[in-house]
């Protein structure tokens, strides 16, 4: 505790060894709560306001424990910029020689026996897919890694990456002839021998449902586990203590037995047509349904006739390819993997139509080309709980430290302790040092339509256009559906003569490198873009938010959590609806102000926040900004923020 305390000085050595470095009191409450906890092995829950610096006020007491730590984040961009930034000044300031190691999903490793396989025999005529697999071949002979993160020059959704990776049900495991040279074996290898692992979130879950990522082997040896972004996990780990099965699985799986047929089965030309009519009926599943993306009901959808006859062929189709494969098992080793992934399928296939069973919801989600069912369980705080408090067995006590920046509603913990069953562990909410008040305005503006009023599109665009013109662009537009945001991308351009970015038409990080570059810009977007973007100073100072953010009342895991919390007696509004709406809009929010020099105006354009009794929940979990339902004086504030900041 001492060590952590002398580390945030003033002259100690974060101070002394990172530029710029300024510990802030929160931070420093942070930190010593960080070591409490890993020294008492208990769990903690933190809430530190953007701008607290809780990546430094975790990683200081956890790297001068001297303890096994697994640091898990919300997504792959975030796990790279703590390996490969934040975690290589700390360990230099506090001149510790620890081994560290970041560690993906499977997905993103290179694996040498595909990469032969569909080499050699391309699976679709497509120029495009064989150039990508030429300078795919061509980069294997040069990494050290097997990092597909490495392939910047090839895109992020080519069609090449799924015939070069492998999943869990179609690795071959050791019986693959490129076992010893694996880059997924190598990288769980130096996990296992690192003093701090930086994994994800779904890395994270897909291993305790599945124990397929090394984390079986992993996690026992581990002291300390820390959970940044914790806001995400209760969704993410509900996902994968369900099952799933997808057409895009099935094809797979068809495909493979037929290159099997095609190189080591050539004399079995019925294991190909059993295969082949399997995957036709996958295809014609997918039509069933209408041809945009969409989630829905599962339970509902199987009522219909016409799936229920669609599921019971392929079932059908499954377990007669089943008995043919059957029958060649012991012929090859690629061969045996196919049947034990199509009896995985067929198993996982009878409990989703299976579809009476309680306390799960069970939905469906299509792609342009694909389909998927689910089950979640609605409610993963029993087995997590059992996971965090376990002590049976176990000679000495782990830490969890949970933290985010958006964790409290209404200054309460619960919403995430009861969904996760930390109902035990210790809460701390620390504010955000930033003088808000004086940094930021919040614009409720009067006189909006309702947002179900269809006058609501035209009325907030004249409001956009007024904000982004006094403000010369340097703003995020925020949307809470595809269809406003598609809408708006084809109006403004109309009344704007500033560039514009729209979500959708390049890849996340183009748009946010294109976003700083051009200065005066307009970014329209949705989903990703309400959290772990970070854009700092005067480049953007406006956010606009199109409307409160709650989930669409069809979402089928929202709806089945509403109805559970309605047959327990709770008020599936306050309980559900509510403390997920205010969790995303606090995070749509903090895309202002990112440091202590940044000022900026955020309007919120959904009168709820003043006419309805719930919006004073929304209005205590946000920072003290000043506040107005004056567009003029908004405009005003943003005139004051640029002219001020000329002279400065």
């Known amino acids: 505790m001492h060590a952590v ?50 990546t430094y006020a975790y990683l200081v007491p956890a790297l001068l424990a001297g303890k096994k730590v697994i640091l898990s984040t919300g997504t792959k961009n975030l796990q790279e910029q703590l390996y490969f930034r934040d975690l290589p000044k700390v360990l230099n300031a506090l001149a510790l020689p620890l081994q560290t190691a970041l560690l993906k999903g499977r997905a993103n490793y290179l694996c040498l026996f595909r990469l032969t396989q569909h080499y050699q025999h391309v699976p679709v005529k497509d120029d495009l897919l064989i150039q990508d697999l030429s300078l795919i071949k061509k980069w294997s002979s040069e990494t050290q890694t097997g990092d597909i993160g490495e392939l910047t020059y090839i895109a992020e959704d080519s069609k090449a990456l799924p015939y070069v990776t492998s999943t869990s049900d179609n690795c071959l495991g050791k019986d693959c002839p490129d076992f010893e040279d694996c880059y997924l074996l190598k990288a769980r290898k130096k996990a296992m021998n690192a003093d701090l692992v930086v994994v994800n979130h779904h890395l994270f879950f897909a291993d305790m449902a599945l124990k397929d990522t090394g984390f079986g082997e992993l996690l026992p040896n581990m002291d300390v586990v820390i959970f940044d972004e914790a806001h995400q996990i209760p969704d993410i780990a509900s996902e994968y203590f369900g099952e799933s099965v997808s057409s895009k699985l099935l094809a797979e799986l068809c495909r493979d037995i037929e290159l099997a047929c095609k190189t080591q089965l050539r004399d079995h030309p019925q294991l ?3 295969a082949d009519k399997l995957a036709a009926l996958v295809r014609d599943w997918r039509l069933l349904l209408p041809g945009d993306p969409q989630k829905g009901n599962w339970r509902d959808c199987y009522q219909r006739p016409e ?40 198993a996982r296939l009878e409990k989703l139509l299976d579809v009476e069973r309680t306390g799960v919801s069970f939905w469906y989600e299509t792609t342009t080309r694909t389909i998927s069912l689910h089950y979640t369980p609605l409610s993963i705080a029993d087995k997590f709980n059992e996971l965090v408090f376990a002590r049976e067995g176990e000679s000495k006590k782990r830490s969890w430290i949970f933290t985010s920046a958006t964790l409290s509603v209404d200054e309460g913990f619960d919403h995430f302790t009861d969904q996760m069953g930390l109902q035990n562990a210790q809460t701390m909410l620390l504010d955000s040092p930033f003088d808000y008040p004086n940094q930021a305005m919040l614009l ?13 599109n035209k009325a907030l665009l004249e409001l956009a256009v007024q904000l982004i013109n006094a403000n010369n662009g340097r703003c995020f537009f925020l949307f809470t559906s595809h269809r406003m945001l598609q809408w708006m991308a084809k109006e403004l351009p109309l009344y704007i003569n500033l560039p514009i970015l729209v979500q959708g038409s390049t890849s996340k990080r183009i748009l946010l490198e294109q976003f700083v570059e ?31 953010p709650f989930a669409s009342p069809d979402e089928p895991l929202l709806q089945a959590r509403s109805e559970d919390a309605r047959l327990r007696g709770q008020d599936p509004f306050a309980q559900v609806q509510l403390p997920q709406a205010v969790i995303t809009l606090k995070q749509g929010v903090g895309r202002l102000i990112r440091d202590v020099s940044d000022r900026g105006v955020l309007a919120i354009c959904d009168s709820r926040l003043v006419t309805r009794p719930y919006g004073e929940v929304f209005i205590k979990s946000l920072p003290p900004m000043k506040r107005s339902r004056d567009v003029g004086q908004a405009i005003e504030f943003l005139e004051h923020i640029h002219s001020s900041g000329e002279q400065d």
């Open 444 to 456: 409720v503006p009067r006189y909006l339509p309702e947002p179900t009023d269809p006058r609501i």
């Open 272 to 274: 190909a047509k059993t």
């Open 518 to 548: 051009l200065k005066h810009t307009v970014l329209l977007g949705t989903g990703s873009f309400w959290e772990g973007v970070d854009v700092r100073g005067d480049t953007l100072s406006c956010v606009i938010i199109d409307k409160l």
């Open 5 to 54: 305390a002398a580390a945030f000085a003033d002259d100690g050595v974060l101070a002394q060894n990172i530029a710029g470095f300024k510990a802030r009191d929160a931070q420093k409450q942070m930190a010593m709560a960080v070591a409490q906890s890993i020294e008492q092995g208990s769990a903690l829950v933190v809430e530190a306001g953007t701008g607290t610096g809780k």
């Open 307 to 346: 799936m229920q006859v669609a599921m019971s062929r392929i079932q059908d189709a499954m377990q007669m390819l089943y008995l043919v494969l059957k029958s060649s098992l012991g012929r090859s080793d690629q061969v045996d993997s196919c049947y034990e992934r199509l009896a995985t399928a067929k």
